[in-house]
């Protein structure tokens, strides 16, 4: 596919792994499209301002993805104003963890809503554009916890497990359309949620790592990039594993 002047949609954008995805692909010149849904703009305007620098044709967006209708909008305004989506990044996601005899079905649903069925929003609403195209990649992020559980993650892992899943089937259904599907599952990244953990629960996790160190935002970003590339033309329905050999 042509990798110039691609148009990006990025849910979850707004820091961490879905920033640092929007820079690499600010490399290329894409115009980029940030969905966030957290309380405020703050952390989407530092991302904007990144962007902005660099050039690029960017605009920012806060959206619930876990809701049909909404995204419906959203992915209707974006093909209404730039024609089409090259790239979709399911980003989006949220952990509310608790040991099953405890979890709440709030939380249950609203980690199912906002990791796995804003996966199904967003990729069911773009899909008929990347097939007129005949063209596209779709990349979602899920997790090693989807792949090995943890306890007190019930809901977050079902649903990695979930976007596991979905990938391999939707990869099936549109790889004749020149548009390929993709998972990257990570494992421990250093990000604002690991930022905030003692020292002494780091060194714990960084001894199940073999590698003996956490991921960097960096990492995922470029393995997801390299999945919306030429290079990776013939790649789809994989989910691959960034996790410094902690599940292999």
Known sequence: ????NR??????GSKGIGRAIALKFAEEGASLILVHYDPDDKASQETMDLLKERGVKTESHRVDVSRYGDTEVLVNGILERYGRIDVLINNAGITKDSLLMRMSEEAWDAVINVNLKSVFNCSRHILRSMVKERRGRIVSISSITGQVGNPGQANYAASKAGIMAFTKTVAQ???KRGITVNAVAPGFIQTEMTEVLPEKIKEQL???IPSGQLGEVGDVAELVYWLCSDAARYITGQVIHVNG???M
């Open 245 to 247: 050999g902690m599940f």
């Open 1 to 4: 596919m042509d990798e110039t």
């Open 206 to 208: 960084k001894l199940q």
């Open 173 to 175: 259904e549109v790889a």
């Open 7 to 12: 148009v990006v949609l990025i849910t979850g």
